[in-house]
């Protein structure tokens, strides 16, 4: 199946510093989207994205859909503590016109 | 938030047991989505559906089945539970299907002992 893959798998960083994760694909996709988790909670929507070398900002998260359409980063700037979760990123791809695709996973801890 | 129920949120069945898990959303979209959560493995997707009685198969559908008889509902069934079932279920969405945002509930934690 399709697959995607998120890097790094964990961080962990000190209050106040910037974060930067990305996925890749082996096919193109249509569709980028960034989620969070909280413990116990389903993943919520931070940024959609739906063209090639879009950029989006969302407070201080900046997500972009890569040129090659393979790719998306997603950037925190200035680290908060209620930013620690779990960061996923999922894209529907040209073959899977219905489907999203999910990333394993960038797991995120802060060190006040 | 969207308007997605997941019952129950917790269980804890025996291996063997039939199992349903059900989805109602109160949004009226056309797609539902059926996703499984494992450390290491993210989000998989066991089964989908594109409207009332249409549903497909994801990437890890096998032991699962799932049906949709009204545009709110969406059921998840393990026919005979397994313990490499265990895990948490996420029900998701979706107005446009894959192009546009999911919504996801909140979640059941399904343990096979």
């Known amino acids: 199946g399709q697959q995607l893959n998120q890097s790094p798998q964990s961080m962990f960083i000190q209050e106040g510093e910037d974060v930067s994760m990305n996925c890749t694909s082996s096919?193109?996709?249509?569709?980028w989207l960034w989620y969070k988790q909280d413990p116990g909670e389903g993943p919520v929507l931070l940024i959609a994205l739906y063209k090639a070398g879009e950029l989006t900002s969302n407070g201080r998260l900046t997500a972009q859909f890569g040129i090659t359409r393979k790719d998306s980063f997603l950037n925190i700037s200035a680290s908060i503590p209620s930013d620690v979760g779990i960061y996923f990123c999922a894209g529907q791809s040209t073959q899977g016109a219905q489907k999203l695709v999910f990333g394993q996973g960038t797991r995120l801890t802060i060190n006040p | 938030d969207a308007g997605i129920t997941q019952s129950p949120r917790h269980k804890v069945t025996e291996t063997g047991t039939p199992v349903t898990l059900r989805c109602h959303q109160t949004?009226?979209?056309?797609?539902m989505y059926w996703y499984r959560q494992d450390p290491g493995h993210g989000l998989r997707l066991i089964h989908y559906?594109?409207?009332?009685?249409?549903?497909d198969k994801g990437e890890v559908s096998d032991g699962y089945s799932v049906s949709r008889s009204k545009t709110e509902d969406f059921l998840l069934t393990l026919e005979s539970a397994t313990s490499s079932q265990t895990s948490v279920y996420f029900c998701?969405?979706?107005?446009?299907?894959?192009?546009?945002?999911?919504?996801f509930g909140q979640g059941t934690r399904l343990t096979v002992v």
């Open positions: 096919s193109i996709f249509n569709t």
């Open positions: 559906s594109y409207g009332v009685k249409d549903t």
């Open positions: 949004e009226n979209h056309r797609y």
């Open positions: 998701a969405i979706s107005e446009f299907g894959g192009s546009t945002e999911a919504f």
